[in-house]
């Protein structure tokens, strides 16, 4: 068994990541911290009565070196840099569920802060499989992707070499309200979201350079992309519709069946996906269409799951010499 | 038209005031405030853009006492007294929303704080119309019902002289959210409602006292309420259930028919109610059932409305002597 | 007081029509027909109980012309035609809910079915106000919009001067399930829809031709419109997300105050829509942003109130020569 | 591996009976079936592309039995019995879902219909582990408990000896929407059930003589049971509340926690349970109250799994000789 930590265990993804990581049988769950500190696992989530029970720690680098060989961090932007550094200067593998890691520099501090740990930044692996599978698993510190990026890169990677990028691509997407995080705010509360729906940070919101970046660095082609995303009246699940000009005709659902084929974690369905046949797995789910030259593109994942807490675990597992489908959850919160 | 006010506007209450007096005919919405004030009435709700716009003030006895005859108060509990003092003592007319003036002496005294302004809850005027009507006419201080004791009396009323007050009365009810509040916490927060029901506070609701209360002032009798609340995944809407011995059989539905025939804002079903039929409205549904000697009770209403707003609204039409059902919303929002 | 008539009234439409006709002060709701007709209105709507009350009859266009000067109809696409002819030779002013009048007969065909009524069709008046107020007054026949492309429209008609044509217009829509209608299907089968949301008829959606004939009708513009609906899990309510390449760069919430600066029903908002806002209501919100070229415009109507019934009740208002607004819904199903 | 067949594999119960099935350790999914047959298991159920694919067959007794050596049916009721009568003669084990052998057959006939094989029902074993584990361990036949029955059972046996039998026990039962199956009806159209919550079958539920009969087995005491079960805007999840009055003052935590010492699968909660913790779960957990002599119950199960499906895996496990939780879902649906 390895022994595994989980730094930011009070959120939704720290949730995720305790319910795969308690089931998992390689990684042994050893260390699990929150801010405070201070309390049972089960008196912060309930549902894990019976099932597992640890102390929860305030988090402490030393501690999760003393007894981890690595760390998840569910901890937020421009917070999880820090103990980042900390860790990886101790020896943890680590794998940073914020977005402190993920891009080039430059992109970073256009639109977050400036960067205090450039020299781990330099060697940091974008966590998405299907894109970067050898490089995860030779790296110490792996960046797990956004929710809405890793539906939208997913989505639009096959079609990149057909996409005229002379014109915008365009992606609506729609998210469950676990996307907002545990805060309650006004948009977060029952009220104010059930029985509605809107959009928020239109051409604005930071997953927009995240998705730009991963597509140049794969197709060389630096597409417009304007994202625009909305949250929605459910508890999980993100949806993407994506718009784009293509510069020759295609048959989409053969060039994602081709692209995809070797690839367990994506499927292809043959019409529009929804949110409820991934939602609790690993699996992004994408269809496409077109229509002359307009491309259409709509994948979901579960961004609490895919989009965050069991890609964490398969790129962990990818690390650690694993199996990358150890222990990640395949079976869906359905009906 | 007269001139009347809304204190405490920025919450669901304070809002569903403000929908139903910018549409009374003979109601002038002439001094809006919050505890903070200081901005625009479309600002606090953005859905009253192009149908009314005014100033929000920070509340203040003098102004009010200035332009209006009478008073809204939305306040919270505890905090309402001082409020209600002062504008009694300038001479204006209150419809008090909270539980302040509710109640006897003792009982607030038991299950609030020490009560700092008695003279004016001596002659408050418990505001439900079908109890109370010609003392509301003539009073100067009508203190509005909480939501759960309207639908909970109402429905029990008809049938007090039959039910056996040697055994219990146990009252299962369920709320939407609203019903909590507009303050973002744990479990007002979507993803912990959503798909979701608890109970809280079973046997301990302040709202059970006010029903014992009630019930005993109209028939005499000292039933021994057990009150179980419970939250569901609904914006708006409340359901009692309410399980009682009886002393004889009955037709209920004959007994709930005849109790009710002059009265325009409680309709009685022959089959369950829900909570949708009189969404938006100051209905109170109603049906009940009984097997031998147990009684079976089912009422709904609209939290914030009959439950709160709306009966309040007919509660000041009665105290400026005009019809009770001017203004009041009697359209169900359905589908 | 003019008499009118609802035909179809057991649908979701058909009930939000009664609800405005039992409460508008010049029409008196004088015949109700669904196919089968022989019930009691209360008994196929049981939220008007106490409101409203008459006999549902089977649908008979001698009994409406009988009665009636004026009849709304809520049938299904293709029946409502044999229906509209009746009524027309009988003298009755009809505004209809279906798609059967709403477009040029070469399109209609091209999506439905061979026309039988191509003379009333030719004089048939497309019903959305803020395009064709004055042709509304003089008609016989009102063709209702569909709810997607009274959004849509209202959303872009004030661009359409700057938006580029040599690019397509990509629409995202969101419903809720009311839109799928009452039937009970796989996709409006509570368990199916809630806690999901996806696509339909990607590109394939008959509201799409409408969108484009009426903008090219208005604009001269042949726009290559490019629609995908989407069910969302709520109750009512509509999002048009609509994106688009711009020849020149403009300030668009200055272009749309300026278009709609006269219009009672369309709110310009300065930050993204939500569908609460004007739930229930016959407003119509938009809201619109640009970046460089690209422009995002995005708009929000109650798909069963000013997507269908509020806004057939204003066309009647203003074919019957009273004020648009009368009896009109405004107060929306906030919070 | 043991070969098990799910006959009525398209319901929701049959879904989640192929979920568990299809990563059980220790049962192989030989056999699926539905009434009508012919297609493959990822056209029924898409959620489990990529997971699991078989053919899905016309239900033929004799070819379950010559592949597998234990049938899970998913039948309605009054179907299931002749479809059991069948396998059981062909020598295959059974775990009915169905209540056609849940009850003696008195209390089945007074409640559905005549049974046509009260052979196998003499010796049908009650499928609640928590009961009768030593005997469904050697049974051929179980009858799998009802969904409310289960937590209502569970909830109320470690009281029986202390609750006065004199007294009506109430029991307000909420259930989630998959409660009321697949089929689309009136009620579970989402229009109908969103933002809504009613009552249905007041004291007329088949579970109430199941519940009844269970207790009575099991303390000798014939308890008046009064069922109110009610429908809420959920997709899974079903809670209990269950009324009674004590012969004597008792900490209920203490006998819960004392009664269930030994049993995995239930949980006591000091405080009131929600249906999310155990929602996806074999738990049942249960919370108690007593004030003076009156006690409230508050137990929880997800319908669909520990009311149904994973309770008759378990069920099987011990039919089959394996430890009771192989293969049996623990971890949470939530946040």
Do not use: W
């Not at 402490?60 to 961090?73: G, I, M, N, Q, Y």
């Not at 930071?206 to 197709?219: G, T, Y």
């Not at 992004?284 to 307009?294: E, N, T």
């Amino acid at each position: 068994m390895i022994n595994v930590a989980v730094i930011g265990a009070s959120g939704y993804t720290g949730l995720e990541l305790v319910k795969i990581l308690a089931g998992h049988p390689r990684f042994e769950l050893a260390y699990v911290a929150t801010s405070e500190g201070g309390m049972r696992l089960t008196e912060l989530h309930p549902a894990m009565q019976g099932i597992f029970e640890c102390d929860v720690h305030k988090a402490d680098a030393a501690a999760v070196a003393a007894s981890c060989e690595l760390a998840f961090l569910a901890l937020p932007h421009m917070t999880a840099m820090g103990f980042v550094k900390e860790l990886m200067a101790l020896g943890v593998k680590v794998v940073d569920l914020s977005a402190d890691y993920r891009l080039k520099r430059e992109t970073y501090e256009a639109h977050y802060v400036p960067h205090i740990d450039p020299e781990n930044l330099e060697h940091a692996v974008y966590g998405l499989p299907e894109l970067n599978r050898e490089a995860i698993r030779s790296a110490r510190l792996v960046a797990n992707p956004g929710c809405y990026p890793t539906a939208s890169i997913l989505g639009l990677l096959p079609f990149t070499k057909y996409i005229d990028e002379d014109f915008p691509v365009f992606i609506d997407a729609k998210s469950g309200v676990s996307g907002a995080g545990k805060k309650c705010t006004t948009s977060t509360h029952f009220v104010s979201i059930n029985e509605n729906i809107f959009a928020y940070k239109p051409f604005e919101h930071r997953h927009e350079p995240e998705i730009r970046e991963k597509l140049l660095l794969d197709s060389g082609k630096d597409f417009d992309i304007n994202f625009v995303p909305h949250l929605i009246p459910a508890t999980r699940g993100e949806l993407i519709d994506a718009y784009a000009l293509l510069k020759e005709e295609i048959d989409p659902i053969a060039v994602l069946k081709a692209y995809y084929a070797d690839e367990p974690f994506v499927r292809i369905f043959e019409n529009p996906v929804d949110i409820k046949a991934c939602s609790g797995t690993n699996f992004c789910d994408i269809y496409a269409k077109v229509r002359g030259k307009k491309l259409y593109v709509n994948s979901s994942v579960d961004n609490i799951v895919r989009g965050s807490s069991s890609q964490a675990v398969a790129n962990a597992n990818l690390m650690m010499g694993l199996e990358e489908n150890t222990g990640i959850p395949i079976i869906a919160y359905v009906p």
